[in-house]
């Protein structure tokens, strides 16, 4: 079977080899053993294997969390009813009996049973990826944390990532007006196909006083009512400073400080929340069940395009032959939403 291994920690371009290696055997009581169709990547994996990352993978391991396939078997612990062999699914990888794990970089993986989600057919890999788990996270950010409406102005800070994306689709489908911060003009593109109302160049290095005079002169100082912020650092001190009176600031995560996520963390004049009524809100859950079936629905009807962002003609496509290209984007900060990697596996599927 081809997989990527990783066969220590260390550098990704030094330590990830294509390989044959062994097919799955043993199944964790609690896993589900799935054809790989593609997955999705994002920097959490190159982190995990340079091992910076908080979740750790003992090598070899094959990496890549963010699965989507068709079930081969399913553990002895996992519900019957709940999944059965030739259902399509997306979900979380996890490591097999040696404890080592099974990603998606292979063509074949192993999920979290109680994690995984059923695939509806008008849903496409790409479109599944660019939700999982994305959507989900993004979803509880800005409705449960921001309370985005169609009165609010959102503020996405790095909209062209997997979950700035997300936060652009889903503020628009909020009905709030959407302006999209990203550092390059390609980003910027990407982010007017995701639907964003209108987009604001911060630059890969700008100091906070640069991106607080972008703000006031596109007249957006003391009009943003919800900001959502992944990357943090002098961008989301800006954006805080930009809040109008009783503005929600939702503080999702820090991808500025790159593999050292405290060098990030914003210095906040907290003053400021007291004078206007402002609230600062960290976001680290999900939304899952009938939320996320309600947003596959949304897609069906048109209300949601996840992936629209990352489909034009010039985008760079990924399988296992190129998978270095696709660490490479994401290790360059050239990356756009999630990063797919197809998976064409060379078994023959008549699930
Ligand atoms: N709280 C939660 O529940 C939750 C859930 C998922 C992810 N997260 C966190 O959210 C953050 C974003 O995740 P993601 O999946 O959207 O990541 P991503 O796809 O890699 O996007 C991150 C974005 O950050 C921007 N950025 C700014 N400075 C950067 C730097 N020095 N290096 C790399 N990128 C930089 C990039 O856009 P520009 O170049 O345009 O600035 C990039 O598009 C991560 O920190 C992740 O850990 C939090």
Same mark, same amino acid.
């Given at each position: 079977?081809?997989?990527?291994?990783?066969?220590?920690?260390?550098?990704?371009?030094?330590?990830?080899?294509?390989?044959?290696?062994?097919?799955?055997?043993?199944?964790?009581?609690?896993?589900?053993?799935?054809?790989?169709? %593609? @997955? $999705? &990547?994002?920097?959490? #994996? /190159?982190?995990?294997?340079? =091992?910076?990352?908080?979740?750790?993978?003992?090598?070899?391991?094959?990496?890549?969390?963010?699965?989507?396939?068709?079930?081969?078997?399913?553990?002895?612990?996992?519900?019957?009813?709940?999944?059965?062999?030739?259902?399509?699914?997306?979900?979380?990888?996890?490591?097999?009996?040696?404890?080592?794990?099974?990603?998606?970089?292979?063509?074949?993986?192993?999920?979290?049973?109680?994690?995984?989600?059923?695939?509806?057919?008008?849903?496409?890999?790409?479109?599944?990826?660019?939700?999982?788990?994305?959507?989900?996270?993004?979803?509880?950010?800005?409705?449960?944390?921001?309370?985005?409406?169609?009165?609010?102005?959102?503020?996405?800070?790095?909209?062209?990532? %997997? @979950? $700035? &994306?997300?936060?652009? #689709? /889903?503020?628009?489908?909020? =009905?709030?007006?959407?302006?999209?911060?990203?550092?390059?003009?390609?980003?910027?593109?990407?982010?007017?196909?995701?639907?964003?109302?209108?987009?604001?160049?911060?630059?890969?290095?700008?100091?906070?006083?640069?991106?607080?005079?972008?703000?006031?002169?596109?007249?957006?100082?003391?009009?943003?009512?919800?900001?959502?912020?992944?990357?943090?650092?002098?961008?989301?001190?800006?954006?805080?400073?930009?809040?109008?009176?009783?503005?929600?600031?939702?503080?999702?995560?820090?991808?500025?400080?790159?593999?050292?996520?405290?060098?990030?963390?914003?210095?906040?004049?907290?003053?400021?929340?007291?004078?206007?009524?402002?609230?600062?809100?960290?976001?680290?859950?999900?939304?899952?069940?009938?939320?996320?079936?309600?947003?596959?629905?949304?897609?069906?009807?048109?209300?949601?395009?996840?992936?629209?962002?990352?489909?034009?003609?010039?985008?760079?496509?990924?399988?296992?032959?190129?998978?270095?290209?696709?660490?490479?984007?994401?290790?360059?900060?050239?990356?756009?939403?999630?990063?797919?990697?197809?998976?064409?596996?060379?078994?023959?599927?008549?699930?």
């Amino acid at each position: 079977m081809k997989a990527v291994i990783a066969e220590q920690i260390g550098t990704w371009s030094e330590v990830l080899k294509i390989t044959d290696w062994p097919p799955i055997e043993d199944l964790p009581p609690k896993a589900l053993h799935v054809q790989t169709s %593609a @997955c $999705g &990547m994002g920097f959490p #994996d /190159l982190l995990q294997v340079e =091992g910076k990352y908080q979740l750790k993978a003992e090598p070899p391991f094959v990496p890549a969390a963010s699965v989507t396939g068709k079930i081969l078997a399913i553990g002895a612990e996992v519900d019957p009813s709940a999944f059965k062999v030739g259902d399509r699914v997306a979900g979380h990888a996890v490591a097999d009996l040696s404890g080592n794990m099974r990603g998606g970089l292979s063509e074949e993986a192993l999920l979290f049973a109680d994690l995984a989600v059923h695939v509806p057919d008008f849903i496409n890999d790409t479109v599944v990826l660019s939700m999982h788990d994305n959507y989900w996270d993004v979803h509880h950010a800005i409705s449960t944390c921001g309370q985005v409406g169609p009165e609010d102005t959102l503020l996405v800070l790095g909209a062209s990532g %997997a @979950c $700035g &994306m997300a936060a652009i #689709d /889903l503020g628009k489908a909020f =009905g709030a007006k959407v302006i999209a911060c990203a550092s390059t003009p390609s980003k910027l593109k990407a982010c007017q196909r995701a639907g964003a109302d209108q987009v604001l160049n911060y630059g890969e290095d700008a100091s906070y006083e640069d991106f607080l005079a972008k703000l006031k002169e596109n007249d957006l100082y003391g009009k943003i009512n919800v900001v959502f912020d992944p990357v943090g650092g002098g961008y989301g001190e800006a954006a805080f400073r930009a809040m109008a009176p009783a503005g929600r600031y939702v503080l999702f995560g820090f991808a500025s400080g790159g593999t050292d996520p405290k060098s990030a963390f914003p210095n906040f004049p907290i003053n400021l929340l007291l004078m206007k009524g402002q609230r600062i809100i960290g976001s680290m859950g999900s939304s899952r069940g009938a939320k996320i079936t309600e947003m596959f629905q949304m897609v069906k009807e048109g209300l949601l395009k996840p992936g629209a962002g990352i489909q034009s003609d010039s985008a760079p496509t990924y399988g296992l032959e190129n998978f270095l290209d696709a660490f490479r984007a994401i290790a360059t900060r050239q990356a756009i939403g999630k990063v797919v990697v197809k998976v064409e596996s060379k078994a023959a599927s008549d699930l």
